[in-house]
């Protein structure tokens, strides 16, 4: 499974963006999706996590409420719908792809970055 992200780009704090990762192969659907992020000089860390269906999503507590993951399996496409967007949330944001939601990565995708200003 090759995976790419895209979506980033610079946002105002309070603003939106919504992150996209598409996957190749046909095995997509699968796999747990999740998505990651990783701030300068901080280590990566979980963002939020769905399953195969769709059917349960797990998010990270500082974007609970905030951000909400999907995904679209006939599109080979999971997605990260971001709202209220805080300085703090600023990273290259990662997809990547496990044989379960809480299971260990197996594919990584390249990074997309996401700048929120004050």
């Known amino acids: 499974v090759q995976l790419q992200a895209s979506g980033g780009g610079l946002v105002q704090a309070g603003g939106s963006l919504r992150l996209s990762c598409a996957a190749s192969g046909r095995t997509f659907s699968s796999y747990a999706m999740h998505w990651f992020r990783q701030a300068p000089g901080k280590e990566r860390e979980f963002v939020a996590a769905?399953?195969?269906?769709?059917?349960?999503?797990n998010y990270a507590d500082s974007v609970r409420g905030r951000f909400t993951i999907s995904r679209d399996n006939a599109e080979n496409t999971v997605y990260l719908q971001m709202n209220s967007l805080k300085p703090e949330d600023t990273a290259v944001y990662y997809c990547?792809?496990?044989?379960?939601?809480?299971?260990?990565?197996?594919?990584w995708g390249k990074g997309t970055l996401v700048t929120v200003s004050s």
């Open positions: 990547a792809a496990a044989e379960s939601i809480m299971g260990i990565m197996q594919y």
């Open positions: 769905i399953n195969w269906s769709g059917g349960t999503a």
